[in-house]
């Protein structure tokens, strides 16, 4: 179903890590630390600024793959990882972008699976990437039924 | 607090108990993460998709995981953060957060996590590598 979208990826998009999302985002986990919302502190801290939470790219546009839809609901998240280079740091711009990595599909006990793999990827004023998070999404035959019509 | 380079494969970092999942938890982390997906916060919709009510982005849960390492961000940062979720977390569940290490090489701290219920299960579990500057 998916197997024409392996490899494409977004154009980017500029986002900002901007102080107030990442002070609502830290309340939100329950991890108001300093070195995320102090300004003070972070100004003392070996970063000489305030950084992000690790899983904060979470809140980021990476844009849209051309033709490529999912429903909002009935997707069940598998597995998330994130890839650091160093922690983000509050204030900076980093240009976001998602590509598809894989799909397959599986049939199992509950019927047909489909296993959509997605990096969001983000890269720094530079041009260096700074983070790579991995989704992969399941997919579930009621969910399939619904795209196909 | 736990000096993190003293710690040897086996200790644990201390574990946090969260308090009782509430539906604000999950309004407030929908409004900052932009996940809106309605099975996380209304629970005819979470019905609707089979639910016996709402249940808490895995996301949430896994952001949550991570606060055990920020007393440590002056010693290194997580370089990679890795979860499977494993099992739902609904409202009035009482999460604790745990790290183990298992490895540290002097560079990297390899540190198995997860996150479990009331009742023992895990409902994330993974693994962070912390580098050490």
Redesign the interface.
Known sequence: MFKAFIGKRSKGVENMVERG?VK??A?????L?P??VDQDYGKK???KQN?A???FP??FDYGNIEDFHLP???L?????????E??LFVGEKITCYTEIKDYYEKKGNHGFMGFLVVSDIGEDENGEVIFQSKAVVIITEEVRKVLTV | MTILTELKPGDSLKSVNLEPVSRMDLIKYAGASGDFNPIHTIDEEANKAGLPGIIAHGMWTMGNLSKLFSDYIENGFIEDYTIRFKNMVFIHDIITLNAILKENDGKRMHFSVNATNQNDQKVIKGNIIFNLY
């Open positions: 999302a609502k985002f309340e939100a986990i329950g991890d630390h070195i995320y801290s070996r970063y950084i939470p690790p899983t979470r809140v909002n609901v009935g069940i998240h598998g597995e998330q990882s994130f890839h650091y160093r922690p």
